[in-house]
């Protein structure tokens, strides 16, 4: 069974950077599709960005030039950095994966959850 398991979030000023890590067992992460996902209070769910199997990503406009999701696959390991943080990017954050090349919903694997709270 693979588990995802998210860190690195805070509390951060606006302006302020922070990477989160997404760590899988149970399986290579390079063989999956990946994505964040975040959800803020009183808001639904939503996809940040994703990762193709072959590596190549993408973003949603309102992280796109601030955010950006890079891997170790030695580490089996997924990263999402993200820069120049503002108030709304608060929410909790998930990483999720899926069996096959293409980061499209339905995800077979979830993480937790890591919260991210940015400051005014």
């Known amino acids: 069974q693979v588990q995802l398991v998210e860190s690195g979030g805070g509390l951060v000023q606006a302006g302020g950077s922070l990477r989160l890590s997404c760590a899988a067992s149970?399986?290579?992460?390079?063989?999956?599709?990946m994505a964040w996902f975040r959800q803020a209070p009183g808001k639904e769910r939503e996809v940040v960005g994703s990762?193709?199997?072959?590596?190549?990503?993408g973003y949603i406009d309102s992280v796109k030039g601030r955010f950006t999701i890079s891997g170790d696959n030695a580490k089996n390991t997924m990263y999402l950095q993200m820069n120049s943080l503002k108030p709304e990017d608060t929410a909790v954050y998930y990483c999720?994966?899926?069996?096959?090349?293409?980061?499209?919903?339905?995800?077979?694997?979830w993480g937790p959850g890591t919260q991210v709270t940015v400051s005014s």
């Open positions: 999720a994966a899926r069996r096959g090349p293409i980061p499209i919903p339905p995800y077979d694997y």
């Open positions: 149970g399986g290579t992460f390079s063989t999956y599709a």
């Open positions: 990762r193709w199997r072959n590596g190549d990503t």
